[in-house]
């Protein structure tokens, strides 16, 4: 984010006056998805070198007046029957795919399915990131969400966003549809 994006949020801060309200938002997906990537992205650290999430990882991002507070938990087979423990209390979900690796994308929407099913996160709005876009081998977004199932959640609002976490295409996206929602659920 560049200095003039920073100075632009301060002054929208003051124009509204209010204090920054705290958001919980829980990062999940498989392992290799890319939500570390993501999440050093969302709070511009450098991306050069990462290593599979052993447990979690918790960062705060400043966006649009919100302090989101992103869970970003560990996605190797191993871990994921404990992502449920995190899910109390969560104002949104971000699911991030590896849109490259077709051979993952049943596996994904099982554990996706699952996730949603969780009462916890009734109602709660989903952002899925349809992440590495920038690779040849990529499934579009649009296909993604039909394999999905997307259109079938009619609980609550969800949105699938395109994106490459690497070079940051589409994930300020992601992140202003996140902010556009959360102050539609506050008024």
């Avoid at 006056?17 to 290799?32: A, F, K, P, T």
């Avoid at 979690?56 to 302090?67: D, L, P, R, T």
């Avoid at 404990?82 to 077709?102: E, P």
């Avoid at 966003?161 to 300020?172: D, F, N, P, R």
Wanted: include cysteine; proline fraction near 3%.
């Amino acid at each position: 984010m560049g200095e003039v994006q920073k100075g632009l949020l301060a002054v929208i801060q003051k124009l509204k006056g209010s204090v920054e309200q705290e958001l919980r938002i829980v990062l999940l997906g498989l392992d290799n998805a890319g939500k570390t990537t993501l999440l050093k992205c969302l709070a511009s650290e450098e991306v050069s070198t990462i290593t599979p999430t052993q447990g979690f990882n918790i960062k705060s991002v400043h966006s649009h007046g919100f302090k989101l507070n992103v869970w970003d938990i560990g996605g190797q087979r191993a871990i994921r029957p404990y992502w449920k423990k995190y899910l109390g209390n969560t104002d949104m979900l971000i699911y991030v795919i590896d849109s490259a690796d077709k051979k993952r994308f049943e596996e994904t929407g099982q554990e996706l399915a699952e996730l949603i099913e969780d009462e916890s996160l009734t109602g709660v709005p989903l952002l899925v990131f349809a992440n590495k876009q920038d690779l040849a081998s990529a499934a579009p977004a649009a296909e993604i969400a039909e394999g999905l199932n997307l259109p079938t959640y009619r609980d609550r609002q969800w949105q699938i966003q395109a994106c490459s976490a690497l070079s940051g295409e589409g994930v300020q996206d992601g992140m202003n549809w996140i902010c556009s929602q959360i102050t539609s659920r506050k008024k």
